[in-house]
Structure formats: C-alpha cells, structure tokens
C-alpha cells in the first residue's frame, strides 16, 4: 500500500469534476480548470457474467486521457465508511481506470451503501442488499475499526495513496456517537490515508443541524487534507441537499477562504455539478468561481491558526453507542429502502425525519436509472395512465432492493414487470427489446 505521506503528491491546483456536458465550461475556459475528476464507475461497464465484472468503457476513458488536465480518480459506487468492505470484484476496474488516468491518488466515500441482511430474512444468511444511496457510517469506536479495514482492503490493492471523502449526513446528532470531526480524524489516523475534505458536505450538515465546520476543522490531522470539495445545492423539506445543482454557495466560497491557508498538503481543488444542471447553469458565474478559487488556491499552508474566532466547542471525541455498526447498517439501510426494521434503533430512527427525506432521495435515484435505461417502456407505462404507472414503481421498490448500476436496476424492473399478469404484452415487449440493447451494449 503506498504511503499516505502526501509530500510526494503533485500540486495540481483548481479542477473541476468531469460530466457529460462539462465541455462548455473546459473548453473555452482551460485556463481556469488544472485539473479533472472523474468518476470512474459512470463510465465502467458491468457485466455480470463476467469473471472480472466490471469493464472500462474505452472510449470514454481514451478520450478524458487526451484532455491535457491532470487526472484524479474519485469513486462514487464503493465507499469505504462500512462493515462490508467494498466488492473486491471492482478492484481491477479501479486500478485500470487510475493507471489509465495516471491519477496521483484516488478517493472514496467515508459512507455506506451496502448492508447485510442477516438471520430470519426473506434471503440466505450472509446476504446483502444495497441502499441506492450513500449513507453515514456508526460514529463509534466500532465504526471507526470497521471503516478502518474497509480502507485497508481497498488501499492496499491500488499503486497509488488513497483518500476518504467527508460525507453528508442529514440525520440528527445522536446522544452517544463520536462527534463528525472526531470520527473522521480517528478513521483517518486509524486507516493512515489522506482526507478529501468535502466543504459543501460539511456546510450541509452545519445548516442541517450538525456540528459547525469551524468544529469539525478544529478536530482534524490538517495534514492530511489532500484535497477540498466544492459545489452547490438546494432546498428541499426543510434540508438543504448536496445536490451537485450550480454555483457554489458563497458561504462555502468564504470557508474556502478561511480553511485553505490552514492546509499545508493542499493538492486540489475540485468544483463538482451534476451532468443534470450542466445545461441551465450560469457558465459565466461558474467562471467568475473558478477565478476565486485559484486565488484561494495560493494561498493554502499560509497560516496555523483560523483568521478569526468562529466560536463553538469541539464535540464529543468519545463514543457509548450501544448498538454495533451492522446494526446501525441493517436498520438504516432497511428504513431507507422502504422495508420493515424492528427494535429500538428503527423506532429512534424512524422518528428523524432525515430518514424520510433519505427514502425520497432513494426513490429519485432509483425512479432516474430506471427512466434513463428504460426510457421507451416508461413512456408506455405512463400512457397507459399516470397514477396506474406511479403504483406499479411504488410496488418495484418495496419489492426489489436498490442496484448499484443502471442496466442492473432495469434488468430487475423487467423482470418484475414480467411476473404481473396485469401488465400489457406491449409494455413487456417494451421492457424486453430496452434490455437486449443493454445487454447488447455491456456485451464485449
């Protein structure tokens, strides 16, 4: 595993995600982006059948390699903050998209997205089942030795250093749990990587509830910020999301201000947006934000202490949860997928009204990779009557846990539509001939 030592890093200076789309703002503004990110399960292949799983979508990465940036890779589809360490069948695809890329380091999500099932459930003992969303990890003692081993597996394999997102959580703050910026510095010591230190996430959690980000920075190894995250969002039921959608709030712009001269590792500074609001987005504004960024890029390691007081305490750095971590993952994991969870952690659970929010973002996901797969049979199922359409997709979900990639989530879609009698020949036709061409397009 290399070492987490970041001195060897190259500075790469301000970047920006890489979506479909994001050419408009790259191409006549290069000057502004030294870098790109890419999130390498977007363009990878899954092919179940396959002894290795999960294909690089050549010409995709062929293309981004002739970029003349620099390339980070940052994974969205196996974070490393669980029980479950991430599927070692990913592994191969991970380090054949970095060594294409010759990416300095890469990154993961300190989250969740995968649970086992356990004992008396509808599937075999040792199962698992995913979340269609990333989720926060136990805030324990226990969570940081499980979060702690599931980055191991994965670092240890990569020929680069590693780096572990801070996420987003939109549940309350627990009675009990480590407090934000004692967990992520004791995963982070305990595993010895790097932090992609994610402001915009952070800055969500403070306006959600939890702990201030001045807290969070004052409990973290500064040293081993490699990397900062910044981006947009958006109001929903009282939450404010990290949505990807835009310009960078300018809150998070002044964090940025105040934070980065405290990081003397500093490598990047990677603005994100989702290929969704690529084409409504002010790319002017985008700009302007990116002009900033690079003056707030030079002048990172410039001073050891905040610039003024922002106040607040630290938190608790000492955890008395009494569930385990699997635990917390089975029930979370259960609720948020719209299944049955017993016991007094999914009544707590169930009373924060982050995990509805959280069952609504799930929904989104998974009703998107369905549409964006399947595009001609939801149109038929659509004329075939709205509310009709809605509870057929409702009884998908209750029915069928989350998949992790589009063509697996339709595949699964088809396969339900096919077992109910009710269902016109058509829409099945439908359904059948949208899964050929994505078996036909994942097939080598």
């Not at 990110?37 to 050549?58: C, D, F, G, K, N």
């Not at 973002?361 to 998974?366: A, E, K």
Request: charged share 25%.
């Amino acid at each position: 595993m290399p070492s987490a030592d970041s001195r060897s890093l190259p500075a790469l200076g301000v970047g920006s995600v890489w979506v479909r789309g994001i050419e408009a703002l790259l191409e006549p503004r290069a000057a502004l982006v030294d870098a790109i990110e890419v999130e390498p399960q977007t363009l990878w292949i899954e092919e179940p059948a396959s002894r290795e799983r999960y294909h690089l979508e050549r010409g995709a990465f062929a293309r981004l390699r002739a970029l003349r940036q620099a390339k980070l890779v940052h994974g969205v589809g196996f974070p490393v903050g669980g029980t479950l360490a991430p599927d070692p069948l990913h592994l191969p695809a991970l380090r054949a998209s970095i060594e294409t890329l010759a990416a300095p380091w890469a990154s993961e999500h300190l989250a969740f997205n995968r649970f086992a099932l356990g004992e008396g459930t509808a599937r075999a003992a040792g199962a698992a089942a995913y979340t269609g969303f990333l989720l926060p990890p136990h805030q324990s003692a226990a969570g940081v030795e499980a979060a702690a081993g599931s980055i191991r597996s994965v670092a240890v394999h990569l020929p680069v250093p590693f780096a572990v997102e801070t996420g987003v959580n939109y549940l309350r703050p627990r009675a009990g749990e480590l407090s934000d910026g004692a967990f992520i510095a004791a995963v982070a010591q305990a595993a010895d990587c790097g932090i992609l230190l994610d402001l915009h996430n952070l800055w969500c959690n403070q306006r959600n509830g939890r702990a201030r980000v001045a807290d969070v920075i004052r409990q973290l190894p500064l040293e081993r910020v490699w990397e900062i995250h910044v981006a947009g969002g958006m109001e929903r039921n009282g939450y404010w999301l990290d949505a990807h959608s835009g310009t960078v709030p300018h809150e998070v712009l002044d964090l940025a201000a105040e934070i980065v001269p405290l990081l003397p590792n500093l490598r990047a500074i990677v603005f994100e947006i989702l290929a969704t609001f690529v084409p409504s987005v002010d790319v002017e504004a985008i700009a302007a934000q990116l002009r900033r960024l690079r003056e707030i890029w030079g002048t990172r390691g410039t001073r050891r202490a905040f610039g003024r007081d922002l106040g607040g305490m630290a938190g608790n750095a000492r955890s008395t949860a009494r569930e385990t971590p699997a635990e917390w993952e089975r029930a979370l994991g259960s609720l948020v997928i719209g299944r049955d969870a017993e016991g007094a952690l999914a009544r707590e659970l169930s009373a924060d009204p982050g995990v509805e929010l959280l069952r609504e973002l799930v929904r989104d996901f998974r009703a998107g990779m369905v549409a964006g797969t399947m595009p001609r049979t939801v149109r038929a199922l659509l004329e075939d009557g709205r509310a009709r359409a809605r509870m057929l997709i409702e009884a998908f979900w209750q029915t069928r846990p989350p998949q992790l990639f589009g063509s697996s989530e339709a595949r699964a879609f088809a396969e339900f539509l096919e077992e109910l009698p009710r269902v016109s020949p058509r829409v099945r036709e439908l359904a059948a001939e949208e899964c050929a061409q994505i078996a036909a397009l994942t097939s080598r």
